[in-house]
């Protein structure tokens, strides 16, 4: 199933959570069945069975009438950096780490599909980066191997939207990557058990329509039940908290020239089996 938030003028431009089936939104708000997409996965598997049994009966809109919404509001963002082969080959500075590497994008920086977001002053190179993103579903707390894929409720699209030059003077990774509006995610969560092979997903991001990352999850360096493992020894995991899995080549920072985005530009992110999250860039 594809998991959705998403509003509509018919219901009050409130937010409501849905499934998205083709080019209609079932609405389990307004059948009962949950206030939110975060109830569905903090609820486990009970709520996801509950889901699966009414959604068929719940009222339907038309996908074009409604505005989807950033799909989950997370706890906690937490993305993996340099775990792709090719990013890292082509990044003259990088080192092959010998384990994995983690920064955080903060939830205030996230948005939806289709939000426009604002070029800030204090930037002139503002790169776009897409990433294959776990949502979680369980606890997780120095969690092994084996217990991280069953802790998995899906998956979705972050847009690890960075500003190069406030993020490598002085190593400000954390500023760098939490303008307003630098997490786009979306357009839907796809649940793990529809999405079966989270290692082998075809990735592209499109730039006003040229192509500019063009990978595979296949190329990561570590796989995902070893790199969330890893990141639950040090922070605890829960429901709702998303962990993305880094980029493959092709970001901005390392094109031939390089390339940056501007207001008037368009992003893409598009994943197989998820879809496309598009971003505006506008003005700050």
């Given at each position: 199933m594809k998991f959705v938030t998403f509003s509509h003028k018919q219901a009050g431009h409130r937010q409501h959570a849905g499934i998205l089936d083709g080019e209609e939104v079932a609405c389990l708000t307004e059948a009962g069945l949950a206030a939110s997409v975060l109830e569905v996965v903090q609820g486990g598997g009970a709520a996801l069975e509950r889901v699966r049994a009414g959604f068929a009966k719940a009222p339907r809109y038309a996908l074009a009438d409604t505005i989807l919404e950033a799909p989950i509001r997370p706890g906690k963002v937490l993305c993996s950096g340099i775990n792709y082969k090719g990013h890292a080959e082509e990044n003259p500075n990088a080192k092959m780490p010998t384990e994995p590497f983690f920064f955080a994008k903060l939830p205030s920086s996230v948005v939806g599909p289709d939000v426009r977001v604002e070029k800030p002053v204090?930037?002139?190179?503002?790169?776009?980066?897409?990433?294959?993103?776990?949502?979680?579903?369980?606890?997780?707390?120095?969690?092994?191997?084996?217990?991280?894929?069953?802790?998995?409720?899906?998956?979705?699209?972050?847009?690890?939207?960075?500003?190069?030059?406030?993020?490598?003077?002085?190593?400000?990774?954390?500023?760098?990557?939490?303008?307003?509006?630098?997490?786009?995610?979306?357009?839907?969560?796809?649940?793990?058990?529809?999405?079966?092979?989270?290692?082998?997903?075809?990735?592209?991001t499109r730039l006003n329509g040229k192509l500019l990352q063009n990978g595979s999850t296949s190329d990561w360096l570590f796989p995902l039940p070893r790199l969330i493992s890893f990141l639950s020894h040090y922070v605890p995991l829960e429901p709702g908290d998303l962990v993305s899995t880094g980029t493959p080549a092709g970001v901005g920072a390392f094109q031939k020239p390089q390339i940056f985005m501007k207001a008037g530009d368009v992003v893409e992110i598009e994943a197989a089996g998820i879809g496309v999250l598009r971003t505006p860039i506008v003005a700050g």
């Open positions: 204090r930037t002139e190179q503002m790169d776009y980066e897409v990433e294959f993103t776990a949502v979680i579903g369980k606890h997780l707390h120095k969690a092994s191997e084996a217990d991280v894929m069953p802790a998995i409720f899906g998956y979705t699209l972050l847009n690890d939207i960075s500003a190069r030059d406030v993020q490598f003077k002085d190593n400000q990774i954390t500023i760098g990557k939490n303008f307003a509006g630098f997490a786009p995610i979306g357009p839907c969560i796809v649940t793990a058990d529809e999405l079966t092979k989270p290692d082998d997903v075809a990735l592209k």
